[in-house]
């Protein structure tokens, strides 16, 4: 062995450069007020016509955490437990009262399909609508239109006034759009998944391709067993706090203990 190998094997080995999280949430707090009213004498309302007395809700109250590149984050927890509201304050909807959120990179936030739809307007031309509230470029759509058309299936009522469209069929078109999306950090609500139950399955199959090709994933479901295959670790949210954090059997066996080994079936939150 050289003298210049031999100093190269002696020498320490330098720590490989860890990149920084691709989302990073610390301390996360964000409150509602809701109005209290309770009945009142004649004699109080003149004497204090006020209208009833502000109480705060905590949405969320001091959650922390933090995403790096190649991970998929699973959120659970009861009805209310501000699950929803987690993910439109990472998407940038909802600005926190306090703590920070730090995002590197841009997110697609796939949380409501069809938001801004104009009911008056044909299907075709609501699919560039709402491809804009998406910040898709028209020329994307244009290149993709006949794909939106066809994986939607609504065939010739794509051009019919969508006041004639069922909520299905909305829910079809918004979905066909935002799946032509390539997305690097990605928001998804699971229980989206429109349509009957073999549109249900094409639609998870466009959802997994979508998620191979995101640098991060971030996936509210009411169903343990799709965490546990497409996932890295989870957060449990209990009353807007977090509960347990970590990778995710860990964190999904002491949910599952702890609902009694049922899947909880999650509604939407208000």
């Known amino acids: 062995m050289t003298e210049e190998a031999r100093e190269k094997a002696s020498a320490p080995s330098r720590p490989r450069p860890v990149s920084p999280p691709l989302i990073e949430v610390r301390n996360l707090k964000l409150w509602y007020q809701l109005q209290q009213h309770k009945r009142r004498s004649v004699k109080e309302v003149l004497l204090s016509p006020r209208k009833g007395s502000a109480q705060v809700h905590w949405a969320l109250n001091g959650v922390s955490f933090q995403c790096h590149e190649g991970e998929a984050l699973g959120i659970v927890g009861h009805n209310g437990a501000g699950k929803s509201t987690l993910c439109l304050v990472l998407a940038g909807i909802l600005t926190p009262d306090t703590g920070t959120v730090q995002v590197r990179g841009e997110v697609t936030p796939l949380l409501n399909f069809g938001a801004g739809f104009n009911r008056e307007l044909t299907g075709r031309t609501n699919a560039y609508l709402y491809a804009s509230f998406l910040g898709i470029p028209h020329r994307v759509v244009d290149r993709r239109l006949d794909d939106i058309i066809a994986f939607s299936e609504l065939g010739n009522f794509i051009d019919q006034p969508m006041r004639s469209y069922s909520a299905g069929m909305k829910a079809r078109l918004g979905f066909s759009v935002a799946s032509i ?36 994933l971030i996936v509210v479901s009411h169903s343990c067993a799709l965490l546990r295959q497409i996932c890295t670790h989870c957060l449990w949210l209990d009353h807007g706090q977090t509960r347990l954090f970590g990778e995710v059997h860990q964190v999904l066996d002491a949910y599952e203990e702890a609902m009694g080994g049922e899947e909880i079936l999650d509604l939407d939150e208000p």
Do not use: C, N, V, W
């Open 181 to 216: 999306l390539d997305p690097k950090i990605m928001i998804l609500d699971e229980s989206l998944a429109p349509g009957d139950l073999a549109f249900k399955a094409k639609s998870r199959t466009r959802m997994m391709e979508m998620i191979q090709h995101s640098q991060l």
